[in-house]
């Protein structure tokens, strides 16, 4: 019997496009890295080096797809 595949190969696609993801999603409503950052209640400092593509730590990566999900 074979294992069923895991979804790690996806979740890591989805966190690996996380910056371009933040910065559409951002845009498509029209926010300031200021307004976005007030939503997702991090630093604007923060949410810049989340879309510039530098790591963050897994609690505001969390933050981030939640806030994606959210019309």
Do not use: H, K
């Not at 790690?8 to 845009?27: H, K, N, Q, S, T």
């Amino acid at each position: 019997m074979t294992a069923a595949p895991t979804p790690y190969p996806e979740i890591a696609d989805v966190l690996g496009r996380l910056p371009v993801l933040l910065r559409e999603a951002r845009r498509a409503r029209r926010l300031s890295v200021r307004a976005a950052a007030a939503q997702l209640g991090m630093s604007f400092a923060t949410v810049s080096r989340i879309e510039a593509g530098e790591d963050c730590v897994l609690s505001n990566a969390v933050a981030v797809l939640r806030w994606l999900d959210q019309p």
